[in-house]
């Protein structure tokens, strides 16, 4: 079995900075790629930024030059690093992985449950 635990949300106030971190364990056999996604109220989740195993990364525009994604293969880790945050910034924030798992001979999407961010006066 394969988890994603995301950590490092919290209420943070317009301008600031938050670091999400997402541990991917149990039974892998390699990672793709990681990425992050978030869902603001009443809207669809959307791809924030991703990055793959061999360090590409790819962030949308909407957060470009605001928010950096990195990642630590050794620790199986994602990071995501949030400055000059807005209002708009905020939702919950979902850790996304395209995984291989020992048990299996392709890879799978795993989701992590989420940590919310609110950027608010």
């Known amino acids: 079995q394969v988890q994603l635990v995301e950590s490092g949300g919290g209420l943070v106030q317009p301008g600031g900075s938050l670091r999400l971190s997402c541990v991917a364990s149990?039974?892998?056999?390699?990672?793709?790629?990681m990425g992050w996604y978030r869902q603001a109220p009443g809207k669809e989740r959307e791809l924030v930024a991703r990055?793959?195993?061999?360090?590409?990364?790819h962030i949308v525009d909407s957060v470009k030059g605001r928010f950096t994604i990195s990642g630590d293969n050794a620790k199986n880790t994602a990071y995501l690093q949030m400055n000059s945050l807005k209002p708009e910034d905020t939702a919950v924030y979902y850790c996304?992985?395209?995984?291989?798992?020992?048990?299996?001979?392709?890879?799978?999407?795993?989701w992590g449950k989420g940590t919310l961010v609110t950027v608010t006066a």
């Open positions: 996304n992985g395209l995984i291989t798992p020992r048990t299996q001979d392709w890879a799978s999407q795993y």
């Open positions: 990055i793959t195993s061999s360090g590409s990364t």
């Open positions: 149990g039974n892998i056999y390699s990672i793709t790629f």
